[in-house]
Nanobody, 125 residues
Framework: QVQLVESGGGLAQAGDSLRLSCVASGRTFTPNTMGWFRQAPGKEREFVAAIRWGGGRTYYSDSLKGRFTISRDNAMNTGYLQMNSLEPGDTAVYYC??????????????????WGQGTQVTVSS
């Protein structure tokens, strides 16, 4: 059973940068896709970014593209989300997720098999 553990969240000021990590433990981790989602208080979970684990193709939410960068280290079984120019509106719990098989869409959370516990990111103005 694969487990995902996020880290790197915390308090930041507007304009700061944070890098989130998502480490996979357990049996050999070879997902098709790793994604990042976030959920702010009182709001629905929303897609942030995703990466195809093998080929490295990346996908982003249109509203975040340019500020956030997703990457992965296959050898370390770790995915990353670099967040730059943070804004108070980025305040949310950030979750990483993995899809074992190709699902077509990377934007739909329900298509991912495994989720981390989340890491809180709070951005003050």
């Amino acid at each position: 059973q694969v487990q995902l553990v996020e880290s790197g969240g915390g308090l930041a000021q507007a304009g700061d940068s944070l890098r989130l990590s998502c480490v996979a433990s357990g049996r050999t981790f070879t997902p098709n896709t790793m994604g990042w989602f976030r959920q702010a208080p009182g709001k629905e979970r929303e897609f942030v970014a995703a990466i195809r684990w093998g080929g490295g193709r990346t996908y982003y939410s249109d509203s975040l593209k340019g500020r956030f960068t997703i990457s992965r280290d296959n050898a370390m079984n770790t995915g990353y989300l670099q967040m730059n120019s943070l804004e108070p509106g980025d305040t949310a719990v950030y979750y990483c997720a993995a899809a074992r098989k190709y699902t077509g869409s990377v934007y739909i959370g329900a298509l991912y098999d495994t989720w981390g516990q989340g890491t809180q990111v709070t951005v003050s103005s």
